[in-house]
């Protein structure tokens, strides 16, 4: 399994014009980050895991001509604003993108893109096929996708778990019951926003306590804040095992 990280940034966390903070001002470009988003792929099969505003620009960055389906973690505008650009994709596989997420994210979903489902629809509007998530095991092809659900403050969130890989984001507390779903990881990606508390994300030592828990062989940090600092100085604090993830890094799973 090839994981892709198409972003690994938050509304709070991409470049802001007129920012001179450290990492605004950076020249690495690690700390250059797109809104979160990650590609999957598997057994002849892509996935991307949220659209973000993002996300054409990461479509036509990776040169991705396919796409089998997109799973939607919540319904938050970072996470979804970006789904006016599956129109691409309808021209180029002639059929209505496959999407995946729970029943109230559809609702966010047909708030924001109503011209989409509208009966008369004016011609080139995105098409999706929108599919129910619950909190049990699905498949898209021979890919078997395990729900993980987490809560964003008072907001649930899916994280998914395909074989030893799984994807956290967005997330303030894991219930002990979606914990024993993450058992056995080979890698985790979470969220880790900033040094200090924050309401609805982990911050780096609570997805810090969150890993040594799980003990997978290895775990990249996502949904990143610019107040968490400089790649380069927050690797240097990190554990054995544990690494800040990056826009286009690539990393290998179950090889």
């Given amino acids: 399994m090839q994981i892709t990280f198409l972003g690994t940034g938050t509304s709070q966390g991409v ?16 700390d250059k980050r797109l809104r979160s988003s990650v590609m999957i792929e598997e057994k002849n099969i892509r996935l991307i895991i949220d659209a973000g505003p993002d996300f054409r ?6 040169n ?12 938050h505008k970072d996470h979804i604003g970006g789904m006016d650009d599956l129109r691409p994709f309808n021209y180029l596989l002639r059929k209505p993108v496959e999407v995946y997420a729970a029943a109230n994210v559809h609702l966010d979903i047909r708030r924001d893109f109503f011209y989409a489902f509208e009966e008369d629809r004016y011609p080139g509007i995105p098409e999706m096929s929108l599919h129910t998530v619950n909190n049990t095991p699905f ?21 998914f778990r395909i074989e030893n890989f799984a994807y956290i ?22 969220n880790a926003l900033r ?46 095992g544990v690494f800040l993830a990056f826009d286009r890094l690539r990393i290998h799973c179950g090889l």
Avoid: N
Wanted: proline residues 7%; aromatic residues 4%.
């Fill in 57 to 62: 620009c990461q479509m036509l960055r990776e």
């Fill in 139 to 159: 498949s898209i092809g021979d890919i078997e996708i395990i729900p993980v659900e987490v809560d964003h403050y008072h907001l649930k969130v899916l994280g």
């Fill in 64 to 75: 991705i001509s396919h796409l089998d389906a997109l799973l939607i973690t919540h319904g």
């Fill in 15 to 30: 470049p802001v014009i007129g920012c001179r903070c450290e990492v605004c001002c950076s020249q690495d470009p690690r």
């Fill in 195 to 240: 040094m200090e508390p924050h309401i609805s994300h982990f911050s780096l030592p609570e997805a810090l306590e969150v890993i040594s828990f799980l003990k997978p062989k290895e775990a990249y940090l996502t949904h990143i804040s610019h107040r968490l600092g400089l790649h380069a100085w927050v690797e240097k604090q990190l554990p054995e």
């Fill in 169 to 190: 984001t967005d997330a303030s507390h894991i219930p002990a019951a979606e914990m024993e779903k993450l058992t056995g990881l080979e890698v985790l990606v979470i």
